[in-house]
């Protein structure tokens, strides 16, 4: 009997620490985006607090065209909505171009270069079901930027 992992939408525990002490700085570290394989082994959530985290189980998906470890999110940008009391960040839909690939997941992890950030977890997305992709864009879409459904927010 071997049980698989599994994906839970969920903001890091470890991220929400770091953040209150200083570690990460969303506005200017290198965020990236890395997708995670059908049936991982590893069980991937809040709990998540690292990229190796996904590497150690071998869970970071594979295929024609993607490279390892993902790809920096093309945009991140930090607001107060008007009208609202919530810190949002918007980022926008990452494109991994012609990629042949399948994916379940997805982790968003600081790969900034500061020996504090080490490749820390932010959060971590389940797609719901598998996603595929056959020489063409695998598109990850982030829901709208507001109070109710930033990907990061504090209210």
């Known amino acids: ?68 470890g993902g790809q920096n999110l093309d945009s991140v940008a930090i607001s107060i909505p008007s009208g609202t009391s919530t810190a949002i960040v918007d980022i926008a839909d990452e494109v991994f171009s012609n990629l042949t690939i399948s994916a379940a997941g997805a982790l968003i992890y600081n790969s900034s270069t500061k020996a504090s950030v080490a490749n820390r977890a932010i959060a971590v997305f ?8 056959t020489s063409g ?13 930033a990907v990061i927010r504090i209210t």
């Open 1 to 68: 009997y071997f049980k698989m992992g599994t994906i839970t939408t969920a903001m890091c525990n470890s991220f929400k620490q770091e953040l209150l002490g200083g570690v990460h700085d969303l506005d200017t570290d290198v965020l990236k985006l890395a997708l995670i394989k059908p049936s991982p082994t590893g069980t991937f959530g809040a709990a998540t607090t690292n990229y190796s985290d996904l590497t150690s189980n071998s869970d970071e998906a594979s295929g024609t065209n993607y490279t390892a």
């Open 126 to 133: 389940a797609f719901g079901s598998t996603v595929t992709s």
């Open 137 to 149: 864009d695998f598109t990850v879409v982030f829901p709208t930027a507001d109070e109710n459904n």
